[in-house]
């Protein structure tokens, strides 16, 4: 006890919380380590770079939370691009499903100004680039929200409904809306499962084209495309509506119902996407771990060939590996949203280092897997949804600065 309690003390030294005393112990025996991505592997400070609009291409400048720097340029002809219908539609339908604020705030070591979101960090550079084109957060509360049905793990999309009566246009400048339209609703989340349901796409003057199944091809290409540049991938799509779908007086309707009655017949308006930079020193820790036989694996919710980037940028994967046999959707180890046997399940979290796609669910099966192989499993992570596999981890790591109550409860170190 005595030599442990000298552990947590040079532990705190390192900027290192020992929750649980007996933890100190089990690091030094960990031989895997599962790993959170955003705001573990990375900084979580994203930045919009690129956008697709009314089936174009749109390089976005500038770096961080400032929306005067920078500015929207056409990706083939470098043309100014920030009134072009598409880019203003796209990202005033995006910014109508945020609850992220930006603001200015003063730093108070160097007393000097500067740009912070507040919220979601996935919606931060959605909220920057609107900025950029000339819409601000308050640009709401002339779209009066009658519904939101936020994100889950399990729906991988956000979903509000706005009142848009007496509007002909979504903005000056922007998409038609159908007359008679009083409700506009935009879903917001990850490409291939929003696709499923958009029977059709904006194109650049504004009209529309059915959504076929080659459409969807080329509009999955350009979402591989940016993947493979590690960048993460939001799709926008819309709906205008002259009623609600659904019996607004019917209190037993569950969100699911409603969700599932906003989310048909939607049309595809734009992609965003995102770069989440590496935090420093992450690439050299990977090393370091595998140099001492400890493997390093990384469970994402982002798109598989995002997670494939990420993983090579932080030394996780490397060039001569198979993709194929070391990264994986985890959608695998559910096949019919049944968890294989634990056979099957082992021999392939036996081997696998990067897991795209996956539900908090999945986390906790992935450590469970590894302790059946006689493995001490560490979790590292930061948000609620690492919580369950943070407590069930031989020992679990939650981050201090950005780590929410949840995860740090859960944990034994912060």
């Known amino acids: 006890t005595i030599s442990l309690s000298i552990g947590c003390s040079e532990m705190v030294e390192k900027n290192v919380l020992v929750r649980k005393l007996a933890a100190v112990e089990t690091l030094g025996s960990a031989s895997v380590i599962c790993s959170d991505k955003t705001g573990t592997l990375t900084e979580g400070k994203m930045t919009m770079v690129k956008m697709f609009a009314g089936g174009v291409g749109y390089t976005i400048e500038g770096k961080g939370f400032d929306p005067t720097e920078g500015r929207i340029h056409r990706a083939d002809t470098q043309a100014e691009a920030g009134n072009d219908l598409a880019v203003k539609s796209s990202l005033l339908a995006a910014l109508l499903c945020c609850n992220t604020t930006l603001s200015k705030v003063k730093d108070p070591e160097t007393g000097e100004e500067k740009y912070e979101p507040k919220g979601n960090s996935s919606e931060a550079p959605i909220v920057v680039a609107a ?21 889950s ?6 979903l509000t409904v706005s009142d848009v009566s007496c509007r002909s246009e979504l903005c000056p400048g922007g998409m038609p809306i159908e007359g008679g339209s009083k409700y506009f609703t935009v879903c917001k989340g990850a490409p291939n499962f929003i696709l499923d349901y958009c029977s059709e796409q904006l194109v650049e003057d504004g009209g529309v084209q059915e959504m076929t199944e080659d459409a969807k091809a080329k509009v999955l290409h350009v979402v591989d495309d940016y993947s493979s540049m590690a960048l993460r991938v939001l799709a926008i799509a819309t709906r205008s509506m002259p009623k609600l779908p659904f019996d607004v007086d019917d209190e037993d309707l569950t969100t699911d119902q409603k969700f599932q009655a906003c989310r048909s017949g939607l049309r595809l308006v734009g992609l965003v996407a995102s770069i989440d ?35 090579h940028n932080v030394k996780i994967l490397h060039k001569e590996e198979n993709e194929e046999s070391a990264a994986v959707d985890c959608a695998t180890l559910r096949p019919n949203d049944e968890y294989l046997p634990h056979d099957r399940m082992d021999a392939l979290t036996s081997s696998v280092r990067v897991f795209a796609r996956a539900r908090p669910e999945d986390k906790l099966e992935i450590v469970k897997s590894l302790q059946r ?42």
Request: glycine letters at 12%.
């Open 131 to 151: 900025r950029k084109v000339g819409f601000s957060e308050d640009v709401s509360s002339e779209y009066a929200r009658v519904l939101e049905i936020p994100f």
């Open 153 to 158: 793990s399990s729906r991988k999309m956000m």
């Open 277 to 311: 930079p590496d935090r420093d020193g992450v690439p050299e820790s990977v090393e370091l771990a595998r140099g001492a036989g400890i493997r390093v694996v990384m469970i994402t919710g982002d798109y598989l060939k995002t997670a494939i980037a990420i993983a």
């Open 373 to 414: 192989q006689g493995l001490v499993t560490a979790m590292t992570g930061d948000g609620v949804n690492d919580a369950p596999a943070l407590n069930q981890a031989n020992i679990g790591v939650a981050m201090g600065i950005q780590g929410t109550e949840v995860a740090k409860g859960a944990s034994d170190m912060i």
